[in-house]
Every structure is written in C-alpha cells, then in structure tokens.
C-alpha cells in the first residue's frame, strides 16, 4: 500500500508554497499518495488585501484545499513547511495546530513520520529554530521524526541544514534546493513505509 | 522614574491570568507602573462559548484592556504569561507577537527588559521548552533576557525551573509558588530600572 | 532478527544508572539484544575519589563496559541517559560524542532509532531542555527520533515529560517511573524493529 | 570604572581564535578591561598532535592564558566563542562549563551580562542551536542575556543571526563580519555598564 503524506505549508507571499510543490513532485514520483494542504490564513482580509504580494499570492492558491485535522488523520507522514515568525512558526501555523487536541487525546498523531522545513529573511535568519521549535510540538504528539542530517551530499551543497531544507528569502531554487527537498521528502516517505508496514 | 512594566498574558481557564496578577501585585508593590493587558482570544466565539469553564474565564476578564503593541512600545520591561500548547506558546499569543513586525522593524522592541512564565497540565509538559521557544522570539528582537536562574532560595520550593515560573495545572498558588513570581517580577523590574538609566 | 540496542549512560552518583538499568531490563524482555555502556569518565581521578558518593559509584560500575563508537555502529538503536549540567548533557558524554566525527561521516549513525532520558536536582531543573538538546544533536547524525510522546497512560503519572523519562534527583523510582521507563524503551525497540526490517 | 569583559573561546584550527581576537579589538575600544581566554584542551596530546592543523593552533594560543573558574568571577560580563559539535557546544567548553558548580552555588555567576558566537562547516550546520543551547545554560547562572537582536544594519549583511554572530568555516572575515563581531561586543559591553551601574 503506499504511503499516505500530508504536506501542510503556510505561505504570505509564495515561498513555502514553492517549497511545497517541490516536495509534492518528489513524494508523487515514489509512489506515495499525497494531500498537499495550505494552512487557512487568519489575518485579517483587510490586511491581506492591503498588501498586493499577499493577495496576489492568495488568489494564486485558490484551488489548493485547506489543511484539516482529518487530513492528519489519515496520513501516515507529514511535512510542513512555513516561514519564521522571530524564530517560531507563524501563528496561522500555530492556530492550525492548536485545533489537534481532540485528534492528539485520541492518539491519533501518534506514530507518524514528521518532518519541516523553513525560511526567513536573513541567512540566520531562525530557520533552525523554527524547525527545531516544531519538533518539540511533533514530539508532543508521539510522532517519529525523520530529519535529513547529513545523509546525502546534496545537503552540503543546499546549506546543510541538518534538521530539514532551510530557504532564504528571495534566493532561487536551484538544483542544490531542488535536490535537498527533493532527498528530505524522499527520506520520510521512506521511513514512513516502514513504520506503517 | 519608576519603571514602566508592561505583563501580558494569555489564559484559557485562568492559571496564567491568576499568575499575571501575583505579578501585577508584587510589582507595583517596587513602584513600578504596570499595565496589565490581556492577550486577545482568536479562538471562534462559538468555541470559546461552548465550553462553560472558558466562557467564565472571558467574563471574569471583562475588565482588562487588551495588549496592544504600543503597550511594547511604552514599556521598559515585559513579562509574557502563557500556558504550553504542545511545547510552544498557544497560537493567541502568537497571533499578537506576529502583529509587532512594524514596531521591530523601527526597533522599538529592542533593549527591553524581558521575562517569561508558563504552565501545563503535566509536571513536565512543555514548561521548559515554551519559554525557551519565547526567549528565542525575544532575541529576534534584541531584548535582554532576563530569568531568574537560582537567584533566590524560593526558586528550589517551586519546582525551580531557572527560566522562569512553571505552573502545574490545577495545583495551588501556595506560598512558594507566589514567593517565585514576585521574585522573578522584581529581578525583573530591577534589571530593567538599570538598563533604562 | 532482535533488535541490537545500545543503552548509554553518564551517571555521578547512581541516578542515571538505575535508569539505564531498568530500561535494559525492560529492553530484554521484549526479546532485544543490549548493549548497557557507561560512558567515560572524563573528570580527574582526584576530584572523583575526592567525593565518597562518587568514588561508591564508580566501583559499583566497575564490572560495565565503557562506551565506544563501535557500539553505535553495531546497535539498530540508541537510549541515552545522563543528568543535566546547567540545561545541557554532560561533559563526559559530550566529549564521547565528539569522537563520533569519523563514524558520523562515513553515514554510521544514521537511520539509528534514538530516544533519551535524564534527571536534575529540581523538578523543572532542565530536564526537558537536556533532552531536546541532545535530540538536536542526534538530527545531525540522521538519527530517528522515537521519543514516548504521551502515547501511554503511565505518563500522565510519571510527571509526563513528552520528550523522555525525567527523574528529579533522590526522588524514588515507583511504579510509574518504572513503568515510564519502561515503555520509552520498549516503543523504541518496536519502531527500531520496523526501521531495520 | 570600566567595564570587566572575559573573553572565552576554544578553537581546533582557529576560526572562533579570530572571532575572539576581532572582539577583543572591539571591546578594548570602548574602554572595557578585557581577558581574552582560551578554554583548555581535553582532547589527548597524541590526537591534538597527530593532527598538523590542529597542532599549529595549539602552538599559535601558546601566550593566551587558560580560562579559569575565577575569570568568570571577576567579569561582569562574558562573551562566548565556539564551533558547534553536532548542534552544541564542544565537549572542551562543556568540560569548563561544568567546573563552574561551586561558583554557581555562591550566585557568582548571577547577573553577569553574556553573549555568544559560534561557527560551522555549512551555512545552516548548527549555528543557531549551539547558541541558543549557551543561552539556556547561561539562563541556569542567573545571567542577564544580551544577543545582537537585529539592532544594527550591518547584522543583515553578515547574515543576520540575531543569537549571535555565526561563521561558515572557511569563509573570509569581511567587513561585515567584523562589523557583526564588534557590534556585538560592544552592545554587551553597553549593556554590562548599566547592569553594573
């Protein structure tokens, strides 16, 4: 049976979607059944409306399905991506997440092969700690966590963030950031066939 | 002047606002000003009153103005009260962190004074890791950090975590634990009277 | 085939290796193959034999075998256990994980199913924080991290720490402790199981 | 009176040596009075010695003295400087860090001001962890932590870390990361002032 990924991303402007789809590529080419899942924005419409990046990259995911928690549920392995906010994850992310304690009380986060990615501004910009912070919820939850480390040489060439893909604002995904997404996602699918077998 | 002490939190059944208040108490005993401000709920209103403990609780805060960002602005000192949301700050809190972007961006939020305190329904259930997750937002924006670490005997009495207060869920504010978050708010208030000179 | 599982431990006086002790116990009983290793002693012999509790210690780990890299080589899985030191693992085991340079490169330590204990003086005393620590650590190894989560009852009893067993120093180790223990090992022995197969 | 700044630092080939030295530079601008400090080697001679770089390191610091326990006594204020090792510090820093008991339990390390620096083989290798990791041991002193936030422009040139300033191996010290180091310093030094006023 293949396995089941949830990629969950948050985006303002169209970088972790970019990530997203990316990862969504890869996980497809294993085999593996994917939700590609955006996180429901919670600013206000005014203010995504007052900033024409924002909206236009809105419109731009129109047809992308709001991640729910059944989504969850029914996957065997997930991936979020989303930007740092001050070295968290944004609180759209956050809402999402504080919505799982009926699906987390039941148990039902349990076991599943989790992995993220991130991207800031700045070159040191808190991707770390945001990935690292959302492990910390991950293992809240019982989930098993599939990070890259070093194990492949794209990683060297992509930044070596070690702990999942790290992307700086404006950069291209060249083919080093298309492999590193590429190899994480693989990785977790991966793992996750063996521990759903 | 006496320092201007801005105590934010967030509370869903009302730990971390009784939490606010031994503060609130204990530092205007210092001369201090303090504004106490309540974090706004994000939480759909037929969630919130679905659920009669959490309903109660947002009556009981009727009275207390909402944090603002020019509440950050005005103050030379913060203290941040909120419970664990699997292992980080719940999404409330977040939400009024991620608006601050202006007010960082003119660097309006740097060089305060800064401490945090938490709780969760387990002994160990995230406490740790929520503060530290807030320290390191409060690094981005070049706060100074300001913990209580071992500084006074009452720490070993309250359970002694060195980053600030950690509350049990449902357990009682008894004398230590009251004795731990005056003193954390007063090495606070006096830290701050320092940088602010 | 069992699973083949190195249990690593730093311990001054004792704490961490009662743990590691009823973890090996517990590991056995699934059917595992252990390896139960001290790590190192790094202090001067002066300053050990100058304390009788820790000069007692060492005598009775006499007859454990030292930790050495080969071990993770052969092990399917990793347990570690030690105190904190100021939020932080020791020193000891530090400096026998920074000989790990030359198996890390060759890819040695990744895919490992890793999960970690510890213990400090004070019930919130950097336990959580110790054992995120070194989980960031085993991520630059590609390591898998299986942490307990709340995945069983007997954790909401045992303090409830997500992240692994944590002992507060001198407190006994009753039911739920042992049995905390316990099933940390044996869930990572069961995910090991399906990552080796 | 100025302001008593110890400089520490532990280098294998000499990358965080620089760091240390720019620092020092910077901060006897300002006034301060400045140790500049090595941590000792515990790695065996017959490792340091088998190994040509390392060994012209050694012998390059043979005039700097050895940071000792009361260094940190007289200082009002500590810089940290060092290479991650998988996401932490390396096991040298954590060998001192954990000699530094007895001072701790006399509160001598309490309200001290501190930052910290590091470096490693890629852009993302650990940077932000093994900083933040410093930061939660120096939050167990009681110490006051000052980390460059994003308060100067020069930050966003040299990559932006807001923990600290974080090298890549290997890469050239420019202007920008000179100008980080020095701003860093110097912030530290500013605020040490105020907290020893």
């Known amino acids: 049976m293949p396995v089941k990924l949830a990629i969950l991303f948050y985006t303002t402007y169209g970088t972790n979607h970019r990530m997203a789809e990316i990862a969504d590529e890869a996980a497809r080419a294993t085999g593996a059944e994917v939700r590609l899942r955006k996180i429901a924005e919670t600013a206000p419409a005014s203010v995504v409306n007052g900033q024409e990046a924002w909206k236009a990259q809105v419109e731009r995911m129109a047809d992308i399905a709001e991640a729910r928690p059944e989504d969850l549920d029914w996957a065997d392995a997930y991936l979020f991506s989303a930007p740092t906010r001050f070295g968290a994850g944004p609180s759209q992310l956050r809402a999402f997440i504080d919505t799982l304690g009926p699906l987390w009380s039941q148990g039902k986060l349990a076991d ?36 890259p480390g070093y194990t492949d040489p794209v990683l060297f060439k992509s ?11 404006g950069a291209e995904f060249d083919e080093a950031a298309r492999g590193a997404i590429a190899h994480q996602v693989r990785r977790l699918v991966k793992m996750a066939e063996k521990l759903a077998a």
Do not use: C, D, R
């Open 159 to 169: 930044g070596g963030n070690p702990y999942g893909y790290s992307h700086t604002q």
């Open 112 to 147: 599943k092969a989790v992995s993220a990615m991130s991207s800031a501004q700045n070159v040191h910009g808190g991707q770390e700690a945001t990935i690292l912070g959302l492990y910390t919820t991950f293992l809240h939850w019982g989930s098993i966590i599939v990070a």
